[in-house]
């Protein structure tokens, strides 16, 4: 069975600085990585996925991750956030699509001018 | 384009009384379907999933049923609510790849 954790509840962060949200996860084969977000009181989007091949992946809105398999990680990067981007940011892994989407507990980033 | 809708967009139902939520995907042929339900302020838990018509999988018991009449309509139910059944419930579709979309949810209180 797989697992995500991410082990920061909330984030607070200025507008214009940079944004890390780390993400672990557990899984004995090679997982499908994923990072979604969510506005209140919607349903989620999805920001970027990773499968194979170059492990930084570009995803919307000037997000990219790093996977890093040696130390099981899928850390989501911005490089200048925007108020907008407060939210609920939610890492997730799945081993194929029958078992769906394994979630972590979500990190809320809130941006303030 | 696709698109996926469900309904009703929010509920509040008596403790013991049957609740029946659905999710509808426009623009895809035989996608595969998700329920899943998030706590308030809580992380999401998958529940059912299908792949074709008249077949569901059960992921977690929480005295809940699934349905997939048609092609792209998904029904979640159940004849008796709990309290516990309180939250936001998401539906979700994906096709050959694994990651999925998610519609924008329904709101269900019990009281």
């Known amino acids: 069975a797989q697992s995500v954790t991410q082990p920061d509840a909330r984030v607070t962060v200025s507008e214009g600085a940079s944004l890390q949200l780390r993400c672990k996860y557990s899984y004995s084969g090679t997982p499908y990585l994923f990072w979604y977000v969510q506005y209140p009181r919607q349903g989620l989007q999805l920001l970027l996925k990773?499968?194979?091949?170059?492990?930084v992946v570009q995803g919307v809105n000037g997000f990219e991750a790093e996977f890093i398999k040696s130390n099981s990680s899928f850390h989501l990067r911005k490089a200048s956030v925007h108020w907008s981007d407060s939210a609920v940011y939610f890492c997730?892994?799945?081993?194929?699509?029958?078992?769906?989407?394994?979630f972590g507990l979500g990190t809320r980033v809130s941006v303030f001018p | 384009a696709q698109t996926i809708h469900q309904w009703p967009v929010a509920e509040i139902k008596a403790v013991g009384s049957p609740l029946s939520l659905g999710c509808t995907i426009k623009?895809?042929?035989?996608?595969?379907l998700y329920w899943y339900w998030q706590a308030t302020g809580g992380t999401l838990q998958q529940l059912f999933y299908s792949i074709t018509v008249g077949q569901v999988e059960s992921v977690v018991q929480l005295n809940l049923s699934a349905s997939r009449p048609k092609d792209d309509q998904f029904i979640l139910s159940t004849e008796k609510l709990l309290l516990s059944h309180s939250g936001f419930y998401l539906c979700?579709?994906?096709?050959?790849?694994?990651?999925?979309?998610f519609g924008p949810g329904t709101r269900l209180t019990v009281l």
């Open positions: 990773y499968y194979s091949g170059d492990p």
């Open positions: 979700a579709w994906s096709l050959e790849g694994v990651e999925q979309y």
């Open positions: 623009g895809k042929s035989s996608p595969n």
């Open positions: 997730a892994v799945s081993a194929n699509y029958a078992q769906g989407l394994t």
